[in-house]
């Protein structure tokens, strides 16, 4: 081999070389270029996660607040003499946010409502978080609610706390233009619909009656309106509790 064709071969081989370069200069300057741009995306994701973070924490304040106000007032409408709080906390639990639904009396520990002895605070509590809710959605349903012994705990049939307790569910019904339709024994509900139901032995028979308390008798009845009162079976329990330091 002459000395030209060893020139051609090495200009050959340095060319090579030389394209091999410029491809890897072109591969780096794209995986840099997509490193930038994964930047950019970690960064807006970080940002979309704070904001997302912020307006879970707005909404949980804005929703903790609305439906503490509403029940702690429906509790005490009825146990005026008892200054309970109704209290919602949220908290994070194995990477789930949960919501926790508590009862403090005072300065006392809050617990959890059907932990109540007597069952009372809980009926109280129930009727008002359905009404919460039902007033949450979006958009709403029908202005309707069912209600199966909504308060059968409550208190004692002339007891003040069944007084308040028909106060209260009636105004709610009439403030939030809900039509109440409860299921219940109580003889001495008043609505301003009242089918009575009573069972012969072979059959129910179905009798509807006005705007008045439902006839004493052993049957249920069906009761709509939305001015509706209660009557219950069990007084309302009161706990022993730990006060908090």
Known sequence: MNRQD???????????????KDLLERQLKEKKQLLVDEQINVNVS?????????????????????????????????LIDRPYRFLVE???????????????????????PKDDQGGGIIDVCSFALR????SLGRPRTMSVLYLDEPVKQVGETNSEE??????????????CGLQLIINTHDNEFRADKVFRCVHDGVKSVITSGGSSAVERGPSRSKIGGSNPSLRSRKKLGQKKRKRLV
Request: charged share 30%; glycine share 4%.
């Open 90 to 112: 949220f908290r994070t639990e194995g990477n789930r946010s949960n919501c926790h639904l508590l009862v403090q009396e005072a300065d006392y520990e809050p617990y959890v």
């Open 162 to 175: 069944m007084a308040r307790t028909r106060d209260m569910i009636g105004k709610v019904g009439k403030e």
């Open 131 to 134: 009404v919460v809710v039902w």
């Open 46 to 78: 970080i940002k979309a996660r704070w904001v997302l973070t912020e307006v879970i924490r707005i909404t949980q304040e804005n929703v903790k607040e609305y439906i503490e106000s509403l029940v702690t007032m429906a509790i005490r409408s009825v």
């Open 6 to 20: 060893r020139l051609n071969d090495c200009t050959e081989w340095l060319n090579r070389r030389k394209g091999e």
